[in-house]
């Protein structure tokens, strides 16, 4: 069964540090470009960050740049977002999707996700 689960969300308060994951399973995630994306109530679906098959490039969207780092580990199925210096506006639900390559901040075609984590940024 593929499944695709992001965790680590959650709440915390402007400032703070949150490290999402996204684990595959039933599928090698090895094989695809991981994108993260995320989607605020009333607001546009926002390409976060991606990074390719083999880690070697990262794209990230300006209002993360400097405060996301996007990694993968191939062996545990395993892609991750570490979020820095959270700020309010950065309250959204986060997803990740898995692409055969990142288009701008994005993965492309989407060909897997999950159902998002959220995270919350309020003091």
């Known amino acids: 069964q593929l499944q695709f689960v992001e965790s680590g969300g959650g709440l915390v308060q402007p400032g703070g540090s949150l490290r999402l994951s996204c684990t595959a399973s039933?599928?090698?995630?090895?094989?695809?470009?991981i994108g993260w994306f995320r989607q605020a109530p009333g607001k546009e679906r926002e390409g976060v960050s991606c990074?390719?098959?083999?880690?070697?490039?990262?794209n990230y969207a300006d209002s993360v740049k400097g405060r996301f780092i996007i990694s993968r580990d191939n062996v545990k199925n395993t892609v991750y977002l570490q979020m820095n210096s959270l700020k309010p506006e950065d309250t959204a639900v986060y997803y990740c999707?898995?692409?055969?390559?990142?288009?701008?901040?994005?993965?492309?075609?989407?060909?897997?996700w999950g159902q998002g984590t959220q995270v919350t940024v309020s003091s």
């Open positions: 999707a898995a692409g055969d390559y990142c288009s701008g901040y994005d993965s492309y075609p989407r060909r897997y």
């Open positions: 990074i390719s098959s083999s880690g070697g490039s990262t």
């Open positions: 039933g599928f090698t995630l090895a094989y695809y470009a």
